[in-house]
């Protein structure tokens, strides 16, 4: 039964007879009336040849099955069907939906066996994803295993090695501390030497000094001791006031002048910038800031001339009463004065400056900020004004006021300036003069209507309670002489 079976399927006699069917179908309005029937005959003879093959093997089927088995089958379904002359009998389903039904069936069939040979294949690739994926995890705990192993020999190892390391930290602290020991020894000695260079130097500068009055004392002393026929003359050039031998205030002067010449630009380079920065911390306002330190260095130099002055006072009224020499009572006080400038006392000029900031009009008057925040800057300055005193001529700042005719030989104007402006706005940084000659140039803004805007400023009750423009300025002229008043009170 199974061979008839196989050679049933093998022939393909279904798919033979669906094929004619269909060939059939599309040629129907075609071909003629006796090709129709021919082709009819033929799919009946077809029929019966599958149906011939298919009782067949219901036959063996049942001598297979034994005497009884397949008796209720054959009842119930193949008498019926021969009884009604190879029809089926049924009240509800036309042989048109028999037909359809039959079709579903089989459709669905192949679509079952389709289904369950692709499930077949899915899972055979699921069993080998899940055999290469065991095989990748065996390989990874393999590999777990090794690191685990190398984890355990870099502990061990690590282990050793932290203990030299530790041996090796402890000798380079040793190590560390003895370098630091000799370092401070070292600091030690190079502070000793810069003493001992310090001193060098001012032994060399005595020894100068005393060279060059051992030099004018010889001199003198060979043109007393050499006769001469003729009576004795007064130089021209010799001064009653003056000596020959020049003291070392004289012989300074030079290196003195350009050395604090440098130093004054250097604080209008340097320290003007950070006292500017720390007081914008405190005020927004640009141009209050820089009044406040072009006042603060104009101050300055006011009580540094005053401390000067009466420190000149005081050396004269100790030094008249025991002063014997060839220089005079002025070249031996000033002398003293460039000998002892640490005997300067600052701190009472920073105060009075401080003090006379505070109720300074053009500023702010009560103040907006605390001045002792800028007492570094005013300290140099006032060192640096005191020191310029000591020169010959003596170093002065140029006179100032708000509204004044721009003068491009003393000031050059800031990067916000009008160009065109004829007039002072305020002033940033004053000019250093020397007599009526420029030393250093100073800074100013100008712009148009500043006149306007100086009166406006010293009218408001905020920023000064005089109401008078007129009293700023004779205030401010006070406080800055002129340099031909400075120098007559000097004398």
């Keep these: 039964m199974a061979d008839t079976l196989r050679r049933l ?12 069917l269909e060939a059939w179908y599309k040629d129907y309005h075609v071909i003629s009336c006796d090709q129709n029937l021919n082709r009819c005959c033929e799919l009946v003879e077809l029929t019966s040849k599958i149906q011939g093959q298919l009782f067949t093997i219901l036959n063996l089927t049942a001598q297979e099955g034994g005497h009884y088995a397949g008796v209720d089958t054959l009842k119930s379904r193949l008498l019926p069907w021969l009884g009604t002359c190879f029809t089926m009998a049924t009240s509800s389903v036309s042989p048109d939906t028999s037909l359809n039904l039959i079709q579903d069936n089989v459709e669905k069939e192949r679509k079952i066996r389709e289904l369950s040979l692709s499930h077949e294949s899915d899972m055979q690739k699921m069993e080998d994803q899940l055999c290469s994926t065991r095989i990748q995890l065996d390989s990874v705990k393999q590999e777990l295993a090794d690191a685990k192993s190398e984890l355990d020999c870099t502990k061990n190892k690590s282990a050793t090695t932290l203990l030299a390391t530790e041996d090796e930290i402890l000798h380079l602290k040793t190590e560390l501390r003895v370098a630091y020991e000799q370092m401070d020894v070292y600091k030690r000695k190079l502070d000793m030497l810069e003493d001992y260079e310090r001193q060098v130097r001012l032994l060399r500068d005595e020894v100068t000094f005393l060279t060059a009055e051992k030099t004018m004392l010889q001199e003198r002393l060979v043109r007393s001791r050499s006769p001469s026929p003729l009576p004795p003359r007064r130089s021209r050039t010799s001064s009653p006031v003056r000596s020959e031998s020049p003291t070392r205030a004289q012989l300074t002067n030079s290196s003195r002048h350009a050395r604090l010449v440098s130093r004054f630009s250097d604080l209008y380079a340097t320290e003007r910038l950070e006292a500017q920065s720390l007081l914008r911390r405190y005020i927004d306002d640009l141009e209050t800031v820089q009044r406040i330190i072009f006042i603060a260095a104009v101050e300055s130099f006011q009580a540094a001339k005053l401390a000067y002055r009466q420190f000149k006072l005081r050396v004269r009224k100790t030094l008249s009463p025991t002063h014997v020499g060839p220089e005079s009572l002025e070249d031996a006080v000033v002398d003293y004065i460039v000998r002892n400038l640490d005997l300067y006392d600052v701190q009472t000029s920073v105060n009075d400056v401080i003090n006379s900031m505070n109720v300074n009009p053009r500023i702010s008057f009560p103040p907006e900020v605390d001045f002792v925040l800028i007492s570094s800057f005013i300290r140099e300055m006032c060192r640096i004004a005191f020191s310029m005193q000591t020169l010959d001529p003596p170093l002065d700042l140029a006179f100032s006021s708000d509204g004044e005719l721009y003068s491009d030989v003393k000031y050059r104007r800031s990067y916000d300036s009008e160009f065109t402006a004829p007039l002072v ?22 712009r148009r209507g500043a006149l306007w805007r100086s009166r406006s400023r010293s009218s408001s009750p905020v920023r000064s309670r005089s109401g008078s423009p007129t009293r700023t300025l004779m205030s401010s002229r006070s406080r800055s002489p002129s340099p031909g008043r400075l120098s007559t009170s000097r004398l």
Excluded: C, F
């Design 9 to 20: 399927v093998n022939t393909s006699s279904y798919s033979v007879l669906q094929q004619k």
């Design 425 to 446: 706005v305020y002033h940033v940084w004053p000019a250093l003069m020397e007599g009526d000659s420029v030393i250093v140039k100073g800074e100013a803004v100008t």
